[in-house]
């Protein structure tokens, strides 16, 4: 009996240290480091983070379905709609003004986000600090 009650409060402490690091691994905080913007007749040029006024820094919490800024000088913040976890990344779509998706590598800490709007592309490059 004393094996079964030990196992089952094992099993309990480690699932509820399991989900709390799952609940603090959604979290990431990323910098946004180069941007190209794309039209049909001009193709693509680049474009500084601060030119496309994003902000440099931002925390994007899984959870919650949130980005926010973390610079001082621009304070955009965004909803997330969706969240998916294909193989090994993490997909996140919104729109705000532009449809946009955004890719997280779960291993790489890589971040690519690209909008498209009226005749316009944006693609936004960056990395995070994975949990």
Do not use: Y
């Amino acid at each position: 009996m004393k094996r079964v009650t030990f196992f089952i409060v094992f099993i309990t402490i480690f699932t509820g240290v399991s989900l709390a690091m799952a609940a603090d691994g959604d979290i990431r905080t990323c910098a946004l480091t180069k941007g190209l913007e794309c039209l049909p007749d001009e193709g693509c040029s680049d474009w500084t983070i601060q030119e496309m006024g994003l902000p440099r820094f931002v925390r994007i919490d899984l959870n919650a379905k949130t980005i926010t800024s973390l610079d001082k000088e621009v304070t955009r913040n965004s909803k997330i709609a969706s969240v998916e976890r294909p193989d090994g990344l993490v997909v996140l779509h919104g729109t705000e003004q532009r449809g946009w998706s955004m890719t997280l590598g779960e291993d790489s800490g890589a971040l690519t986000l690209t909008a498209a709007g009226d005749n316009e592309g944006f693609i936004v490059f960056g990395s995070c600090m994975n949990p």
